[in-house]
């Protein structure tokens, strides 16, 4: 997810971040997606406080959640928040922990901005694995609509790249988006950057039901 947001240019061929010239403050606060540990809970508290105390971070982008509600990990969100970060989380990639949930916990939250991946084409759809729901504020193209392979977004250690999707990659993706809407127009608050961000969606100035504000126009959203 740091490649996807924030990779540097490179005289690879390989993908570069969104947002390339990014700096990055990476907090390794669990060892699964799926948040079910107290250790691992405690470590995204953690690591939520310790991102809202630094007031270099503008930005936190969490790709991993619960089926339902931490109370710790809401304290941490809330506490960030509360410093004036811009949260983004995975509305949720389906397990077979995870089918029946809608939009998962932290992205959940009203503190948080929940994104999700959609199918490419005119008509949206969501990702055969990713989920949708009143909650979601973006979308990113994660999945081919004809072969059904996700889109190759990612490069690695070593010169090695991937074929990654789902929400987990949406929301690194939408994050490295807001860096580049605020490092253009510095001096503005979060909800400025989260405004602009909106106005660049394909739904915009409606809310869809399921896919909020849709796939964002980065171009238009740093002009």
């Not at 009143?134 to 690695?156: E, H, L, W």
């Not at 010169?159 to 503005?188: C, E, F, H, R």
């Amino acid at each position: 997810m740091s490649s996807v947001a924030c990779a540097p240019r490179n005289d690879n061929g390989l993908p570069v971040g969104v947002a390339y010239s990014a700096n990055l403050v990476v907090y390794r606060a669990a060892s699964n997606v799926v948040l079910d540990s107290y250790h691992e809970q405690n470590g995204v508290k953690n690591a939520f406080t310790a991102l809202g105390n630094n007031t270099n971070v503008k930005i936190i982008s969490m790709s991993m959640g619960h089926i339902f509600s931490v109370g710790k990990i809401e304290d941490g969100v809330r506490y960030a928040y509360g410093k004036g970060k811009l949260i983004f989380c995975a509305g949720g990639t389906s397990t077979s922990f995870t089918t029946f949930v809608g939009v998962i916990f932290p992205a959940s939250m009203t503190e948080c901005v929940a994104v999700t991946g959609v199918k490419e084409g005119a008509a949206i759809q969501k990702c055969d694995d990713c989920h949708s729901g009143s909650k979601i504020d973006f979308t990113v193209v994660m999945q081919r609509a004809a072969s059904g392979n996700t889109v190759p977004v990612d490069s690695y250690y070593d010169n090695q790249t991937d074929y990654v999707g789902g929400s987990s990659v949406a929301t690194a993706t939408t994050a490295g988006i807001a860096a580049l809407v605020w490092s253009k127009n510095p001096s503005w608050t979060r909800t400025q950057v989260l405004t602009k961000m909106r106005q660049a969606g394909n739904f915009y100035p409606n809310k869809n039901a399921e896919f909020g504000y849709g796939n964002i126009n980065a171009l238009l959203a740093v002009q």
